[in-house]
């Protein structure tokens, strides 16, 4: 990887790293993106701390472009892909996924919930 690939990529991850923190979730980055400096696997760039016993572990990719079809369309929350033979995977933005964690975790969430340009999160009773 070059040297501009690889800035981009860490000032990917630091941003990533900070918007949990924005939201009063812990979140640290590992160093040279290297899991194991976390004592996790290599692959992960991104540990969050959700409550004592609970974390997640992140890899942060940040691509010149993502094919529109991973992308959820205007109106829908979450996007669920699956290559033949394969698992399933969920996209969604990353306020929608800290809004989850954060009603999950009990983190407060009094405020509103997270809107992007596709439109505010739909929530039920709301």
């Known amino acids: 990887m070059g040297s501009s690939s690889k800035r981009k990529g860490f000032a990917y991850e630091r941003e990533v790293v900070k918007k949990f923190q924005e939201v009063n979730l812990e979140a640290q980055r590992a160093y040279a993106s290297d899991g194991r400096s976390l ?4 692959n992960v ?3 969050v701390s959700l409550d004592h016993n609970t974390s997640l572990n992140v890899q ?3 691509r010149k472009a993502i094919a529109d079809y ?4 205007p109106n829908v929350d979450a996007q669920v892909i699956r290559e033949d033979r394969g698992e399933s995977y969920v996209v969604i933005t990353l306020d ?7 009603r999950a975790y009990g983190y407060n969430t009094e405020e509103a919930p997270p809107s992007d340009e596709r439109g505010e999160l739909h929530t039920e009773g709301k």
């Open 96 to 102: 929608t996924f800290i809004h989850i964690l954060r």
């Open 39 to 42: 004592g996790l696997a290599s």
């Open 60 to 62: 942060a990719k940040r």
């Open 45 to 47: 760039d991104i540990k």
């Open 70 to 73: 991973i992308k959820p369309e």
